[in-house]
């Protein structure tokens, strides 16, 4: 008999970044998010059936107003509870702000990893892939508060052919802010990524397992 080991929870598809990769279309008027009484049933079903790790994912899971009760959920059950943010939203004005040393020292009761995107070393280059610019600054200072709260981060780097020559300047951004994996992604077709025809995809599909940049 086989056991889910893991479950995934898209919780919304609301996220400040327009990625042109966006395999879930995120952005800022996909305001749909998930009831939490809805996805803590579904973490308790989980957890019953067996369950042992939770991916809470978007959009930007920061934008979902429940997010703690659902965290909290998670980590009442038990469950090794994984975060996938860029660490950033928006205020009142639309502006990107990232998420304050106040907010990561909360989030770190609740999250035993957090998994961001960082594109290049280049703020230009990784802002030409989020379309959304000052969001590379915006997630360094975001992970830069969430290492200060003990929060383990790793990060993921989307590998396309505008920014192959860019992964040891974003291996060594990493090291100098504390993340100790960095997981290759390529492209899926899905989503906005599914309009962009083959733009996206390179030489790296090669290497369609993650590979881990470890100090
Ligand atoms: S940050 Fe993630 S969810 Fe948001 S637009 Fe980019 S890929 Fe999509």
Redesign the pocket.
């Known amino acids: 008999m086989y056991t889910i080991d893991t479950l995934r929870l898209e919780i919304t598809?609301q996220?400040?970044?327009?990625?042109g990769?966006?395999?879930?279309?995120?952005?800022l008027r996909r305001t749909q998010k998930m009831d939490h009484t809805v996805a803590c049933k579904l973490i308790k079903e989980f957890k019953d059936q067996g369950g042992q790790s939770l991916i809470v994912?978007?959009?930007?899971p920061l934008l979902h107003e429940s997010l703690h009760s659902i965290l909290e959920c998670s980590k009442v059950c038990g469950l090794n509870t994984i975060l996938?943010s860029?660490g950033v939203l928006f205020d009142s004005s639309y502006r990107l702000v990232p998420i304050d040393s106040s907010r990561a020292l909360e989030m770190k009761n609740w999250v035993d990893l957090c998994r961001v995107?960082l594109h290049s070393g280049l703020a230009a280059r990784h802002d030409a892939l989020?379309r959304i610019q000052g969001s590379f600054e915006a997630t360094c200072l975001a992970v830069k508060n969430m290492v200060k709260a003990g929060i383990n981060v790793t990060c993921t780097f989307?590998a396309y052919p505008g920014n192959l020559t860019d992964l040891l300047q974003a291996a060594t951004l990493c090291d100098e802010l504390g993340i100790h994996e960095l997981r290759i992604l390529t492209s899926v077709p899905q989503?906005?990524a599914a309009t962009k025809g083959d733009s996206l995809f390179c030489a790296f599909r090669a290497t369609q397992r993650a590979y881990r940049y470890d100090r």
């Not at 996220?15 to 990625?19: F, I, T």
Request: with cysteine.
């Open positions: 598809q996220c400040p970044l327009a990625c990769h966006c395999s879930v279309s995120a952005g994912t978007g959009g930007e996938f860029m995107s989020t989307f989503g906005r």
